[in-house]
């Protein structure tokens, strides 16, 4: 067997690792509720166990979502991750094919270059060297891409990176000096021995022509084992932990198993999957047009990981779920946020002397939401197109009636709005609806979410929609030219995005915008904002409305009462929700 | 020697009263309206707070002033360029015409705050809600004050601070004349429809001006006007479009319902268009709230970024009549001082 003590900084490295990685993973499926536990026994015997092996090698090694946002960042996640692996596979197989047993010492392939002087003894000797090389040249090159990155991150299109913490930076340097120590080694070594390919032997001669390399070789194979084994010590405590945990999460997502708004394991993995690689810093309006630096769901999920989020953060952010469109993971941000907010509620509160009965029974039942009530055109758009219609229903909310929940669940009082939702689901039962219609997309999304309605929940504009194709209302087309803002609870909260662009097409002449559907910018009023003061949000709503200004329109039209509020002051055009448009039409 | 030639733009109060100072003065004045008339929003208020005088007696003894003064009046002038090159001004009308002038006036006023931005209060969509400009107008017009249905109301209710204070609107400064006024329409409400219960929703009442607090307390004492501090969340119409207002009292703690057969909005003032326009052509800078800006909050009140240019009345800052009589008279003096070279500028040791 080879062996060498410079092989010890790796091996306690890697063994430390396992064994802490194996503790962390243990623990948090371990405390996974009995239900999510058995999801993922189903799971593992199930089809969804190779739909998530797809999805880990097109996420976890590919990148294939950062890809999508931003190619060079994509190129230089995939050449560390898929170059490492390809590498640690590469040099394995090379290593056992040399030595001809399917066993030998694990760190054997690592450092196959300083045991192996003789390289031509073994069959496709040839084609490994080249093949190992291009890998390190692979790897190597997505190395120069991440100090660029680090220097200067506009060369990526970034505004800005991230910023590292005490224990990010070891790791930080220990994986940037891994790939040019190991470079070194093995040219150094190749350089005496002319045992590498083209790149390392290339090298090897060179420096052979003024280095002392058989001292200096020696050396950097120590060097590159201590390089790997702080790297290894250090990831657990890093945010290269989001390189093992990334894997478990898509397993468990495959699974079934969800984020609910409470802090628990699954959120653990979710938070530690985060490869901070900061694609949410340049997609958070809070940055772009109010000029906060520090609260981007990157830093969040740092503060979160490290026990350290203070309660000014965890409101700083509109939860318009911008960042987790735009996040390659996938991790429910809003929902991480939220479950933080819950540990500064003051506690619970009896809402008991809220009493609302239910007078008569109906098919429909229409809940218009406080929002609605602040801007009457639409509620009164609303009544008039149920009146043509003739649909029988029920005004929930005409005369004032309990929340629907989302303001207190977007501020994480989760009890007190479970307790209105107790409230409301049993007004809505006893009205014996079988569809429940919402003008208020924030409603909309608490209705969908957290009531557990046997019923279907419905946003206006798929209801008028609805009406329209069944022949119970007429739309008039006008030749108003207008633009569609999605408002965010709408779109990116209750994925309806089809439906009012649909809808609008039989009514105007639709323009299509820059920031549409699930990239569309919040108007700045939202009611996760907790933190915002009225200037800040004025910075988000003219920037938003500078970028619908574009194309020329008659018309801005939303789907929201408060985006329609908010976006009214100092628009150019008019703006109008898309039930005035329908009942502008229909009344002619 | 050649007269100096001032420019005042706007015809209001502040307008007519600085032009009247100036060419009487021996300036050579000209009186640039946009309207037909002079007399600016004072032609559209039927009698002044506190002493009920009629608002047509003080346009009466502007335009005196403008003919006594031989003021050149130019109506019906729409601005489309004011330009300083050198020392000289010119302005530039739409129908071609150009005034060239050494010094100018700003008296470009304010606007009324459109209360279909305040949309939860339902102006322009219910019949029964009107402003404060709307309801001075049925004063005007002679007429008794009815609903929309022809009715004579027996409820009244009037809401303070309607885009002034108001964050969520953009505007968070108070617009002064706005709690007078309602003080003032409340006892004409009482005294025009006997038996009305009339009820002023407030914030605070900012009572400053002389006699201010005696005509308060009148609308209280003598015609037991209710006040009820609290602001009006959102107004709804029932079947019979009366308008149910929910507001919280907020002395007494408990949040109240009324209906009302008539809401009447006192809508605050904002930066008339005309001032922005043409304070922008002149280059002129706007303070925080949208209104000109002056040179320094206590001293150079009246006097602007450009030299010759100078504000007078509520283009600058709300303000009530009398104050916009002062205003116009001090930038007068200014305008005056700045033509016969003597420089205030020297005054100042702070930048």
Known sequence: ?588 | MKKKRVIVIGGGISGMEAATHLASMGYDVTLLEKDKELGGHLLGWEKLFPTMRMGKDVVEFLNKGITLSKVNVIRKAEIVNAVKTGEIFTVTLANGNKFESDAVIMATGYDLFDARKKEEYGYGIYDNVITSADLEEKFLSGKPILTSKGNVPKKIALVHCVGSRDEKVGNVYCSKVCCVTAVKQSIELKESIPGVDVYCLYMDLRMFGMHFETLYKEAQEKHAVNFIRGRLSEACENQDSSIIVKVEDTLAGKPLRMTVDMLVLMVGMVPSAGTVKVGKMLGLKFGPNGFLKSMDQHTMGTITNIPGVFIAGTCAAPRPINNVFVDARAAAITASSYLEGYDIEKRISYS
């Open chain 1, 1 to 588: 067997m080879n062996y060498d003590p410079f092989v010890l900084p790796l091996c306690i490295g890697v063994i430390i690792l396992a064994a802490t990685l194996a503790y962390k993973y243990l623990y948090w499926i371990l405390t996974l509720s009995n239900a999510d536990k058995f999801k993922i026994l189903k799971g593992l015997f199930s089809f969804r166990f190779f739909k998530a092996c797809k999805e880990v090698f097109l996420e976890s090694l590919v990148h294939r979502k950062v890809f999508k946002v931003n190619p060079l960042l994509g190129y230089m996640h995939m050449s560390f991750a898929l170059g490492w692996l390809l590498l640690i596979l590469g040099g394995t197989v090379e290593s056992k094919i040399h030595s001809h047993r399917p066993f030998n010492a694990p760190y054997e392939p690592v450092f196959f270059k300083f045991f192996n002087h003789d390289i031509s003894m073994y069959p496709w000797a040839d084609e490994f060297q080249l093949l190992m090389d291009v890998l390190l040249l692979f790897v190597l090159s997505g190395l120069v891409l991440a100090i660029i990155k680090r220097i200067y991150s506009r060369f990526f299109g970034m505004k800005k990176t991230t910023k590292l913490r005490l224990g990010d930076r070891a790791a930080l340097m220990t994986l940037w000096l891994i790939f040019p120590l190991r470079f070194l080694s093995e040219s150094f070594t190749s350089g005496i021995y002319h045992n590498g390919g083209f790149l390392t032997d290339g090298a090897g001669r060179m420096f052979a022509t003024f280095l002392p390399l058989h001292n200096l070789s020696y050396i950097s194979w120590w060097a590159y084992s201590f390089a790997l084994g702080i790297f290894f010590l250090a990831l657990p405590y890093s945010r290269y932990m989001h390189i093992f945990t990334e894997v478990i999460l898509i397993f468990l997502r495959n699974f079934g198993i969800r984020n609910c708004k409470v802090y628990n394991s699954f959120s653990a993995v979710e938070v530690h999957s985060c490869s901070r690689c900061g694609i949410c810093i340049d997609k958070c309006q809070l940055l772009t047009s109010a000029r906060i630096r520090d609260t981007q769901s990157v830093y969040f999920l740092q503060d979160v990981r490290n026990n350290t989020v203070r309660e000014d953060k965890a409101y700083d952010c509109m939860l318009c779920g911008r960042c987790q469109e735009f996040c390659p993971v996938g991790i429910n941000l809003n929902n991480i946020r939220i479950s933080k907010r819950f540990d500064f509620t003051p506690g619970n509160k009896n809402f008991e002397y809220i009493s609302q009965k239910i007078e008569k029974t109906a098919p429909v039942i229409y809940f218009a939401g406080c929002m609605t009530h602040l801007t009457p055109s639409i509620k009164l758009a609303m009544e008039g197109i149920f009146r043509a219609s003739e649909t029988d229903y029920i005004f929930l909310d005409k005369d004032g009636t309990i929340c629907c929940g989302r303001p207190l669940m977007m501020a994480g009082e989760i009890l007190k709005a479970h307790q209105l939702i107790e409230k409301n689901s049993k007004l809505i039962k006893d009205s014996g609806a079988k569809t429940l219609v919402t003008s208020c997309p924030i409603c909309l999304k608490v209705f969908k979410e957290d009531y557990l309605l046997n019923i279907e929940v419905i946003h206006h504009t798929q209801f008028i929609l609805r009406l329209a194709e069944e022949g119970k209302i007429t739309l008039n087309k006008s030749d108003l030219k207008a633009v569609y803002h999605d408002p965010c609870e709408l779109g990116r909260g209750c994925n309806v995005y089809k439906e009012p662009r649909q809808l609008l097409n039989k009514l105007v002449d639709l323009q299509s915008i820059k920031n549409e559907a699930e990239y569309s910018l919040c108007c700045g009023s939202s009611l996760g904002g907790l933190q915002l003061n009225s200037v800040q949000r004025d910075h988000i709503r003219i920037d938003t409305l500078a970028a619908l200004q574009k194309p020329e329109h008659d018309l801005l039209v939303t789907a929201c009462p408060l985006c329609k509020k908010t976006l009214s002051k100092g628009a150019d055009s008019e703006v109008k929700d898309i039930a005035e448009v329908v009942w502008m039409g229909m009344k002619g």
